[in-house]
């Protein structure tokens, strides 16, 4: 699918309050329990930090397709507690820590992930961020290589016991 296939497939905005469930019922499908975000944890992040949440919408189906999430700070090393603690989040901070991006099954392979991924760092870019961050396993390293990020050698992160590599930005 082309760039511009996508574009007319999709749409693409901050998530709404109504959306959570399905949200959450979404990443307990693309994440093992070890990895998923816990539910009491979406919701907050949903209700604290909607604009930093973007949704891609199958304009045919009227659901969600993907998701990435994320949340603002000043720092510049990725840790464990972005994922539990919204009260890390700093509206005025310059990195976006991306906690997630979730693409429902039947949707892979077609580019979403990376119009999405694309999408949000305009977003950021928009919203004067400089730095964006996230952690991945080995075997999506060449995925987000792909969409411009940098891998910086493995994490001090240990979210569900795995080890995970920190991937960089800069906007």
């Known amino acids: 699918m082309t760039k511009n296939e996508v574009r ?34 979406m919701r907050t992040r949903i209700l604290a930090v ?18 990435l999430n994320g949340i603002a700070t000043n720092e510049t090393v990725f840790r464990d507690e972005f ?16 906690l997630g991006l979730d693409v429902i099954p039947e ?3 077609q580019g979403l992930a990376t119009a999405i991924m694309s ?10 961020k400089k730095l964006v961050l996230l952690t991945c396993l080995e075997d ?3 995925m987000y290589k792909k969409m411009g990020f940098q891998d910086k050698g493995m994490s001090g992160s240990t979210w569900g016991g795995e080890q995970w590599h920190e991937m960089s930005y800069e906007l």
């Open 107 to 109: 949707y892979r392979g």
């Open 140 to 142: 999506k390293v060449n």
């Open 8 to 41: 007319l497939r999709y749409s693409f905005r901050c998530i709404t309050e109504k959306e959570t469930e399905e949200a959450i019922a979404i990443e307990q499908i693309c994440f093992p329990p070890n990895e998923a975000c816990s539910a009491k944890s």
């Open 119 to 128: 999408e949000y760092l305009e977003r950021a870019a928009k919203m004067e």
């Open 83 to 98: 994922f539990s603690d919204i009260s890390l989040y700093d509206p005025e901070g310059q990195t976006l820590m991306i």
């Open 50 to 67: 909607p604009e930093l949440f973007l949704v891609a919408i199958d304009e045919k189906l009227g659901k969600i397709a993907g998701f």
